[in-house]
């Protein structure tokens, strides 16, 4: 890098393989671990280039049992260790979700505070890239339905690169959820790791007419729907939820108050999902301030098919999160 | 609380005229309502003995609560109960919801109905623009902002002004109007009231409006289809017409009081009541009948210098008749060209209970009328 090039496009794939970088710089216990994380630079490709960098003892490759790496994870971490385990998709970490339920979000609980359990687990979730109904599944509602778990979701290069520093630095297990429509989605990244919390939501874009809640993957649909919208004079804000639990009641209140309309957008299922957690809460806290129905664009409640034509019908579309937008504003609905 | 008017949902006892232990008989005033429509004088519907009042002046009830209880008269003897309501034709409650939402009532969003009370806005007469019809937030501080901005004109009646947006909002959602006009000349109408008013002293003589509302009263009693309510259950055509006559308030507003069985009354009785109908109007003093019995209306904007009104349905009424002014102007009558004295009639009735040709047969019904002066 010269100094010219001092802000170079990177992809969030990188920005996530910087905050590791400086993560491991930073702290002699942070480990990573997971698998063909190591020589194969991880199923994504993302810790690519790290086990020459820092070596096989902070960077290992597991066998093929996710319970077992977790556990071991959970293990470390209680014995002082800062682990960052990396699990291949969420769909695999239903392999792991004895250990990350029963023992991650319970032992800090049930010790008294004794025995708290600072580990962080990234996963990728999602769909899009036609891997089919086993490895395109967003479960991170489910994990934002377990007390004792923080539940995050990166969606810019400055969260995918920042979020692992403040996971870290939090005494409880932190589960981080990077989307695999992202990976290659290229930005501007200033050159230092400034930190960033996990613990606010982050208004993307404002807006006056609707309030728009996303996350992770969804919301460059979202931004996108949004500008359409504003073609035509609705206004859409476009609120990134990053972290998933606990939800950032304040910031997601204060913008329906100010829109008096709210539009989830979901990659996962509406069926008892996180948009119903999300469109109750509203209701709870904002009922008199809705003009409209809470309206919510989820995933077609299918297992993700794998014809790609398919995949793009079951998923949230932009065309989808237009329409649904013009319901909450229009009288033709 | 009797309904006085199709959209009134409350009213205001200013005072009571009666005490308990008095004597009241039918159609004595018993107590001040304050409505949209100004302060109005209630009358009992029924003889007795006041045994109770139950609401207290300067208390805000809804339409049908109970606001005294009177003891029947021992020559007719009763058990005692709640003041009637309903007096002359009771016009249907409001049905302001449209079509669409019928099933489940109006739809309000939450926002629309917490600012609606915050703003004192009668959300029922709201037309909503939401999804699914609803009304929303900002359907709400348009009607406030149309009241404030009518507010100038009209100082402290802002609330009738909102009676007529909900009145007049309501007739043009639900009534398909039909619109039919007709040039009548007025020379043998005017040549009778000529001869009538020289021989009368000038309180006695008559205006030509009375003509007016005695032809159209009498075609309105003629043809059943346009005097009476346009109810849940259809049309339901009044026994006798009560006409309503639109009076313009000094300091903005309108009110359209009704002159009872006008079909029956002699002109001289009619031009008396019409007076005393506006004098009172102006003053504040309306009866709670003559209020809310209209079943029929006329307007009249002559005064004012234009040809032709196209009135609005009062609803739940079916029909209303407009009189522009009456000029001069060139007129064939036996091949010749004659200036005669032209007044334009219109009439304004639901198509859901008549169809253009029998409103083309009652139109020609008051030209022939007016046409028979000393007939009338």
Redesign the interface.
């Known amino acids: 890098m010269t100094p010219a090039d001092a802000t170079p496009l990177v992809t969030y794939r990188e920005a996530l393989r910087e905050g590791l970088r400086d993560a491991l710089r930073a702290d002699p216990r942070v480990f990573l671990m997971g698998e063909d994380v190591g020589r194969y630079g991880g199923c994504y490709a993302v810790t690519k280039s790290l086990l020459g960098e820092f070596g096989e003892e902070r960077i290992r490759d597991t066998p093929l049992s996710e319970s077992a790496f977790v556990g071991a994870g959970i293990g470390a971490a209680l014995g002082g260790l800062r682990p960052i385990v990396e699990i291949m998709t969420v769909n695999f970490s239903l392999l792991a979700l004895d250990q990350i339920v029963n023992n991650a979000a319970t032992l800090c609980h049930m010790s008294g505070g004794q025995c708290p359990v600072p580990l962080v687990i990234r996963m990728a979730t999602g769909a899009g890239r036609q891997l089919a109904a086993q490895h395109s599944h967003s479960f991170e509602g489910w994990y934002a339905h377990i007390p004792g778990l923080r539940i995050v979701a990166p969606a810019t290069l400055e969260d995918a690169r920042g979020m692992l520093g403040a996971a870290l630095r939090c005494p409880d297990p932190v589960l981080i959820f990077e989307h695999i429509g992202l990976l290659n989605m290229q930005g501007e990244l200033t050159a230092a790791n400034t930190p960033v919390d996990m613990d606010h939501a982050a208004v993307r874009r404002p807006g006056r007419d609707i309030t728009l809640l996303t996350y992770g993957g969804s919301l460059y649909k979202s931004l996108e729907a949004a500008t359409q919208l504003a073609a035509d004079g609705v206004e859409v804000e476009v609120v990134d939820l990053r972290t998933l639990r606990p939800l950032d009641d304040a910031l997601i209140m204060d913008s329906v108050r100010r829109t ?1 309309r709210a539009l989830i957008v979901d990659e996962g299922w509406r069926s008892g999902g996180l948009s119903a957690e999300l469109g109750t809460r509203i209701v709870e806290q904002a ?7 809470i309206a919510r664009v989820c995933t077609a409640e299918v297992p993700i098919p794998y014809p790609k034509h398919l995949e793009d019908a079951a998923l949230p579309s932009v065309e989808r999160i237009v329409a649904a937008a013009r ?5 033709e ?1 | 609380m009797p309904s006085l008017g199709a959209d009134m949902v409350a009213g205001t006892l200013v005072e009571w005229r009666i005490k308990p232990g008095a004597s009241v008989r039918h159609g004595d005033v018993v107590a001040l309502i304050d409505t949209e429509k100004g302060i109005i004088d209630i009358e009992s519907f029924e003889d007795g003995i006041v045994e109770k009042l139950v609401v207290q002046p300067g208390t805000r009830v809804p339409v049908g609560a109970t606001l005294a209880f009177f003891q029947g008269e021992p020559s007719a003897p009763q058990a005692a109960g709640p003041m009637q309501a309903a007096g002359p034709p009771t016009p249907a409650p409001p049905t302001a919801a449209p079509p669409a939402a019928a099933r489940g009532g109006k739809r309000i ?6 600012k609606a009370r915050e703003l004192g806005v009668d959300v029922q007469g709201i037309e ?7 009304v ?3 359907d709400v501080e348009r009607a406030a902002a149309g009241v404030r901005a009518a507010a100038p004109a009209a100082k402290d009646r802002s609330g009738m002004r909102n009676a007529i947006a909900a009145s007049m909002s309501r007739s043009k959602r639900e009534i398909p109007h039909y619109y039919l006009q007709l040039a009548v000349d007025l020379r043998a109408a005017l040549d009778w009231l000529e001869t009538f008013n020289a021989s009368r002293p000038v309180p006695e003589r008559l205006l030509t409006a009375v003509l007016f509302n005695k032809a159209a009263a009498r075609a309105a009693a003629e043809r059943p289809g346009f005097n009476g309510y346009f109810g849940p259950r259809g049309f339901e055509p009044a026994s006798s017409v009560h006409l309503g006559v639109a009076i313009a308030l000094r300091g903005g507003g309108l009110v359209a009081p009704a002159i009872l069985n006008a079909e029956q009354k002699p002109l001289p009785v009619l031009m008396r009541e019409l007076q005393d109908l506006v004098t009172r109007v102006r003053a504040g003093h309306m009866r709670g009948s003559e209020i809310a019995s209209a079943t029929i209306t006329v307007t009249s904007l002559g005064d004012e210098g234009v040809d032709i009104v196209y009135p609005i349905i009062h609803p739940p009424q079916v029909a209303i008749i407009g009189f522009g002014s009456v000029v001069e102007r060139p007129w064939a009558v036996d091949g010749r060209i004659e200036a005669r004295p032209i007044v334009n009639v219109t009439l304004a009735a639901d198509h859901r209970v008549t169809d253009g040709r029998v409103g083309a047969q009652f139109l020609a019904r008051i030209r022939d009328l007016l046409m028979q002066p000393a007939d009338l």
Do not use: I
């Open positions: 008096h009922f008199y301030e809705l003009d409209a129905p319901t909450l504003v229009s009288r609905s | 969003s939450p926002a629309a109905r917490a909503g623009t939401g999804p699914q019809g609803a929303t937030l900002s």
